[in-house]
Structure formats: C-alpha cells, structure tokens
C-alpha cells in the first residue's frame, strides 16, 4: 500500500513540475504595454494575426518603422530626414539568427507595437502562406533583442 502510494504521489509530483515549465498565458494588451516586464519568460498569446500574404518572406535584416518617436536601445536606428517614416519614426533592423527568419506578427489591440519576432525556418516552411492568419504564439525573448517563437497553433 505505501509503494502504491508513493507512486501515485511521485506520477502526480512529475507532473506539476511538467506543467510548471509551460508557457505563461498573456493578454496582449498586458504585453503590448509593458513588455520589459516578460523579458525572459516563456508566454503565449492569443489573437496575434501573422502577415503572410507576401509572396517572398522578409529577407534577413527587415526594417520595420515604430511609431514612437525615439529609437529602441540595443537596435540600430537607420539615417535619414527626420519624418521619413512617419512623424518621427525610428527604424530598427531584425536580424534573426543563423536557421530562423523574422516573423510579422501583428497585435490588433495596439497595431503600433512593433518588436522583432523569429521564427525557425521549419515552422515557417510549415505554415500556409498566401493570406493573414490568426494565431497562438508562445515565444520567449527580451524587448530590446527579440523574441524567438517557440511553438504555434492556428485558430
């Protein structure tokens, strides 16, 4: 009877700690607004539209513009007439690292949020291009540098 119980206990102690490590469900208006606060935490959002209407993915190195007025620390601001972009957009450069590509993921709560986003080339490869999707993504990073997605599901 204590061996069965022991067992029971130790199934039940593996798995809480399995689930422990999963990924932290997030709101994206949680995220868009703070970012920093996730640095370096595994979290998923729901709700995410991924741009992929483009017939050729976004090379290596993909500018995108963000709408504040300065630039981001730790990204490279490209030169140029102030308002080029925009009312004082900054430009950041993605550079997604050997074997990933950089992902446009829109957030319809803020569509002004722009951060870089890798994807492996795999699972790129792997998601049906041609159209605007709607998606889960889990992903983990740092504001300034990135985030790699992890995992993906379509809705």
């Known amino acids: 009877m204590k061996k069965i119980t022991l067992f029971v206990l130790s199934i039940v102690g593996l798995a809480s700690a399995a689930m422990a490590q999963g990924a932290l469900p997030v709101n994206a208006v949680d995220f868009t607004s703070n970012p920093a606060r996730f640095n370096g935490k595994t979290i998923a959002i729901s709700g995410l539209k991924l741009d992929m209407s483009a017939a050729m993915p976004a090379p290596a190195g993909a500018v995108s513009a963000v709408g504040s007025g300065s630039a981001i620390p730790g990204l490279a601001a490209a030169p140029g007439a102030p308002g080029a972009m ?3 957009a900054a430009v950041i450069r ?3 690292p050997r074997g990933f590509r950089s992902l446009e993921v829109d957030f319809t709560n803020d569509p002004s949020f722009a951060k ?5 080339e795999a699972q790129y490869n792997a998601l049906p ?6 998606a889960q993504l889990t992903f983990k990073g740092d504001d300034k540098l990135g985030y ?3 995992m993906f599901k379509l809705q």
Do not use: E, V
């Open 86 to 88: 925009g009312a004082g």
């Open 94 to 96: 993605c550079n997604p």
């Open 116 to 120: 870089c986003f890798f994807i492996s």
């Open 129 to 134: 291009k041609g159209h605007s999707l709607n």
């Open 148 to 150: 790699t997605i992890t």
